[in-house]
């Protein structure tokens, strides 16, 4: 069972950038397709980005599309979320998720097995 845990996060002016990590363990990192959504209050959880098993297919929300880039390290056994040109509507919690698959160019936007417990990016105007 593979654990994740979120890093930095914060408080940013909007235009600004962050770069969001999930490191994970407990399981084989390269087994698992990977995906970072966000909760903002009062709103459901959405999918921002995936990257496949490969790291070669990926899949970013019209939301954040030009703006966010997801990618994956795996000699770190880490997940990267690039954020630039943030706008106060990324205000939110965002959270890693990992989900194993048959296919090394998987790119899930539903359906996750595993969950890090989040990190908060606030920006202001």
């Known amino acids: 069972q593979v654990q994740l845990v979120e890093s930095g996060g914060g408080l940013v002016q909007a235009g600004g950038s962050l770069r969001l990590s999930c490191a994970a363990s407990g399981g084989t990192f390269s087994n698992y397709a990977m995906g970072w959504f966000r909760q903002a209050p009062g709103k459901e959880r959405e999918f921002v980005a995936a990257v496949s098993r490969s790291g070669v297919t990926t899949d970013i929300a019209d939301s954040v599309k030009g703006r966010f880039t997801i990618s994956r390290a795996s000699a770190k056994n880490t997940v990267y979320l690039l954020m630039n040109s943030l706008k106060t509507e990324d205000t939110a919690n965002y959270y890693c998720?990992?989900?194993?698959?048959?296919?090394?160019?998987?790119?899930?936007?539903?359906?996750?097995?595993?969950w890090g417990q989040g990190t908060q990016v606030t920006v202001s105007s």
């Open positions: 998720a990992a989900e194993p698959t048959p296919s090394r160019w998987a790119v899930p936007k539903t359906e996750y097995d595993y």
